[in-house]
């Protein structure tokens, strides 16, 4: 049987597949295991792997100086959060963590995903964000109409 739709050797294909993976990460129990998984397949694929934090803006940040500290209080929760989260033993103290403040999370995904040349996005079904539209998450929603990548929903 022949693999000819693949366009080359079967096996390089896929190890070049995925060379960049980014996992949308809130802190709720989807998006801990979405870690989990994004992980894993990146240790098995050899790819980079980013966590993007999506968090609203903070009210009382008005200056660059403002923002920084609220950026900094973020990371400080989630390294927290991933500490006692049961994150990934092999992913040790230098994880690639971003933190957003955006009001969208979906779209702070799929343009820092386009942004930045990632091929797949891991996410969690459901995050902070409960409510549901079609049986799936609004910001999944979107974020599969949206994205020209592959996702993953843990």
Not at 129 to 140: F, K, V
């Amino acid at each position: 049987m022949s693999n000819d739709w693949a366009g080359g050797d079967p096996a390089t294909e896929r190890s070049h597949m995925f060379c960049r993976v980014l996992v949308g990460y809130d802190g709720s129990d989807g998006a801990q295991g979405a870690l989990r998984i994004a992980a894993a397949l990146a240790a098995d694929l050899g790819a980079d792997l980013r966590v993007l934090v999506v968090a609203r803006p903070p009210a009382h940040a008005e200056t660059p100086e403002e923002l920084e500290q609220a950026e900094a209080a973020e990371r400080e929760s989630l390294s927290l959060g991933l500490g006692t989260a049961g994150q990934p033993t092999h992913l040790g103290s230098d994880l690639d963590v971003r933190v957003v403040f955006a009001d969208d999370p979906a779209r702070a995904l799929a343009e820092h995903a386009e942004e930045h040349g990632f091929d797949l996005v891991v996410v969690g079904r459901h995050g902070r964000e409960q409510a549901t539209h079609r049986g799936i998450g609004r910001s999944l929603d979107e974020l599969l109409r949206r994205g020209g990548f592959p996702v993953l929903v843990a």
